[in-house]
């Protein structure tokens, strides 16, 4: 059995030879979070401390920004992220069923992560997309006017995605 750093090698070579192409490392720390996270989809400790030692900072440091900024994530997330806006209009319109209709599907509460890695579901405050109410955000495709009878759509192509892959 191998340990996170050894079993995702490839990985932290990606996340090396970015590092390395910084032209200075001084004041990189949040570019160098980012980049990570895109790599490996979340920050966990093991990450965390591997940029510390690489950026030479206190882990600390590292742990401050991650916990600081909502953008990073320490949670393994899915490979769809489900977003439904929870916005005054979106809500207005049955968002909160919309959100209802994906957590019995999926089995998952919002913030968490399916089993498999393949979903994530959060609720959000607002994409600014009133007039397309209620709101379904996956991996950055707007899906509007949403009911919750679709929900079951939505997850099927994504899905259907997946196996062709």
Do not use: W
Not at 31 to 56: C, D, R, T, W
Not at 72 to 90: D, N, P, Q
Not at 144 to 155: A, N, R
Request: hydrophobic letters at 40%; one cysteine or more; aromatic letters at 10%.
């Amino acid at each position: 059995m191998c340990d996170f750093v050894s079993c995702n090698k490839q990985l932290f070579e990606k996340l090396d030879n970015f590092i390395d192409a910084l032209p200075t490392k001084d004041g990189a720390l949040i570019q160098v979070l980012h980049h990570a996270q895109g790599i490996f989809g979340y920050l966990p400790k093991e990450i965390q401390l591997y940029i510390a030692k690489a950026l030479n900072i206190a882990p600390a440091k590292v742990y401050g920004v991650v916990s600081f900024y909502s953008y990073f994530t320490t949670e393994a997330r899915g490979e769809y992220k489900i977003s439904v806006c929870l916005g005054t209009v979106c809500f207005v319109k049955g968002a909160d069923k919309i959100l209802a209709e994906f957590e019995k599907q999926l089995g998952i509460k919002s913030g968490q992560t399916t089993e498999d890695l393949k979903f994530s579901l959060d609720g959000l405050r607002c994409v600014g997309a009133c007039g397309l109410a209620p709101v379904v955000v996956v991996n950055g495709k707007v899906f509007g006017q949403v009911k919750p009878e679709q929900v079951s759509e939505i997850l099927s192509y994504y899905n259907d995605l997946s196996l062709n892959c």
